[in-house]
């Protein structure tokens, strides 16, 4: 699932699998449900209050998560930093432009554990019944203490509009990863039944609990619109103060349920500390770093290699006032990678494909660019035991045996090899690549005429990179000039965010820059990510356009998977036939974050999967230090 450990960095200028990304970067899990006691088999449906997949619950019964700190202060206000602009609080739905921070405002059935890949634990449902021999249904049990900011109880009936929202006119992705939804049935105010279409689909039953709750009266006003008015949650935080498409704040709510001690939610113990969280906007990460240097805003996600290498000598940094920090992630790297639209007929070869793969130059990147700092993505699941490494397993050769005569004979033969993406001599050349690149090219019926290729249509080899932001277009344009070495006609099209969303949603564009956050436990959300029903909706995540049925199947047999080594045996072959069809250049990454922050953000002992901002702190006499430095 890749609804799993989601960061708070969000930025508008992300698509929203980094909102799903990173939203959805927090918890469902795939296979079958286990609880804390042991394997159920031919047993009569148990109720639970923790929920994991093949193994046991790490902290069921725990006072608070390991990396809480029930003692750490509250106040104080984390300021954070957003790129682009807003005009919506509703990341939900398929129009608009929704502020960051917007996972504050509601909760979940349930929550993860941020040092667990495959656990849930109580928040909105204080337990849960299920039968471990029938996945077709799942009961939900709400905890009465559960509330709205106005004060109005969380009910099953608030529970069944939510789902049906999403389910009807929610996100596009949204409704294809809960589309094995039936329906969704109030027993009674505290309890609500989820029924299935499918009894092979075991992640499902997790899946519905890591979805948002909102108030049934605020979803039947106005859910599907674009608006600042936010939908009532039952979260931590409510909505302060808006500077239109400049910044947003959200002020924790003292009558919060959650954290009332008589609510006995377990996660929330030392978390939510702050009094505020602000996100400021800019235009760019060179202006937004300039404002953090002079403390505009006071924690940062350093994602530019040169500026963590180089930018980090202001006065503040000298006088002790800011922190730099690489914080480890045991989350497969995320895939950063440049998508070749294949509903565009330039991209229908995989002969083409390959050559543009061949046209990327990671080694000079790196060491001109980037200061060494990043490795390769060799993998879709890179850093992680789900990345497929070498020549396939017997196990792994058993699942691919029957399906490669279904492939093209350059997938079938990489998906067999020890496939590694191609490298260079870093001399800024590329020869070599370049070279076998043309031969490619060749192959697949293009002509070069004037030193101009194409197409074997005779039409000319014309490529539009579309970007929303000047960093990627520093990175992409030495590509797009080895590209234009071998003789395509390209172009780079900035544009702004709105246009940019728009024009994505619709997969209106040859090439862009993505990303995909993965998790630990892979499940149905690889279905709106690569299968072939996701590439022809509009709004879904299937960016590449891949339609290919043997990864379907694939895809199928992951969802269905029965226990932890199948999940990972049927990742390791989704990995090799991603990476054999090249569909997406796989560009760089790293098993660390970097942090900078200051100083007086403080933290206990960190997460293994996160950062885990909810459970850090201020620390009053370093923030007096702080203001009295800046001046405030």
């Known amino acids: ?252 709510d003292p009558n919060y349920w959650g954290a009332k001690p008589e609510a006995g939610v377990m996660a929330n113990i030392g978390r939510y500390n702050f009094d ?29 290699a040169r500026t963590w290498a180089t930018g980090y000598k202001f006065p503040a940094i000298q006088a002790g006032m800011v922190v730099k920090e690489q914080i480890n992630n045991s989350n497969p790297v995320p895939y950063q990678g440049i998508v070749m639209n294949l509903r565009r007929p330039i991209f229908a070869d995989i002969r083409v494909r390959q050559a543009i793969t061949l046209a990327y130059d990671f080694e000079w990147l790196n060491k001109t660019m980037f200061y060494g700092q990043y490795q390769r993505l060799q993998s879709y699941f890179y850093h992680s035991e789900l990345e497929a490494k070498g020549t396939p397993s017997a196990a792994e050769f058993e699942v691919l045996k029957p399906l490669l005569s279904s492939l093209e004979p350059i997938q079938r033969q990489a998906v067999l090899a020890n496939w590694q993406a191609p490298a260079s001599k870093a001399d800024g050349f590329n020869r070599d690549n370049l070279l076998k690149a043309r031969e490619l090219l060749l192959q697949a019926g293009f002509t070069y005429k004037n030193m101009r290729l194409y197409q074997p249509n005779g039409q000319p080899a014309k490529i539009e990179f579309l970007s929303y932001d000047e960093k990627s277009a520093r990175i992409i344009l030495p590509f797009l000039r080895n590209l234009q070495r071998l003789g395509f006609d390209t172009n780079l099209r900035q544009a702004d965010m709105p246009q940019y969303l728009e024009r994505t949603r619709k997969f209106d564009y040859d090439m862009i820059l993505d990303i995909f956050a993965q998790s630990l436990s892979p499940g149905a959300e690889q279905a709106y990510l690569w299968g072939s029903k996701a590439a022809d909706e509009q709004g879904n995540q299937n960016t590449a356009g891949i339609k290919n049925a043997v990864i379907d199947s694939v895809i199928a047999k992951l969802i269905a998977a029965k226990n932890r080594e199948e999940i990972v045996l049927y990742t390791h072959v989704l990995d090799r036939l991603l990476r054999a069809g090249y569909y997406i250049v796989p560009t760089y990454g790293k098993g660390t974050d970097n942090m900078a922050y200051w100083k007086f953000y403080e933290h206990g002992t960190l997460p293994t999967n996160a950062v885990g901002l909810d459970y850090w702190w201020v620390n009053p006499q370093k923030q007096a230090e702080v203001m009295r430095y800046l001046g405030r």
């Open 1 to 252: 699932m890749r609804i799993k450990c989601y960061k708070v960095f969000h930025t508008s200028g992300q698509r929203h699998r980094t909102g799903l990304i990173q939203l959805l970067a927090n918890a469902v899990f795939a296979g079958m449900l286990l609880t804390s006691a042991s394997t159920h088999l031919n047993a009569a449906p148990v109720t639970v209050t923790a929920l994991a997949h093949n193994s046991q619950p790490q902290f069921d019964g725990a006072v608070h998560f390991p990396y809480a700190n029930p003692q750490a202060p509250k106040g104080g206000t984390l300021s954070l930093v957003a790129l682009g602009t807003f005009d919506s609080i509703n990341k939900w739905i398929d129009v608009g432009t929704p502020a960051a921070g917007t996972d504050y405002l509601f909760e979940s059935l349930m929550t993860g554990s941020l040092n667990e890949a495959f656990v849930q634990y109580p928040l909105l449902a204080q337990k849960v019944t299920y039968d471990p021999d029938d996945a077709s249904w799942i009961i939900y049990h709400l905890n009465p203490k559960a509330t709205f900011w106005d004060g109005s109880p969380v009910t099953a009936a608030d529970v069944k509009a939510s789902m049906d929202a999403i389910l009807t006119k929610g996100l596009m992705s949204m409704r294809s990863y809960m589309a094995d939804v039936k329906t969704v049935q109030v027993i009674d105010p505290h309890t609500v039944k989820f029924i299935f279409k499918s009894k092979e689909n075991k992640e499902i039953s997790m899946t519905v609990a890591q979805m948002p709750i909102w108030s049934k009266k605020s979803i039947d006003a106005y859910f599907d619109k674009v608006t600042l008015v936010p939908l009532v949650g039952s979260g931590p935080y409510k909505v302060g103060n808006i500077e239109a498409g400049r910044a947003i704040t959200y002020v924790r």
């Open 276 to 304: 505020q969280i602000k996100y400021v906007y800019y235009q760019n990460n060179e202006i937004a770093f300039e404002g953090f240097k002079a403390g505009e805003y006071l924690f940062r996600a350093e994602n530019k």
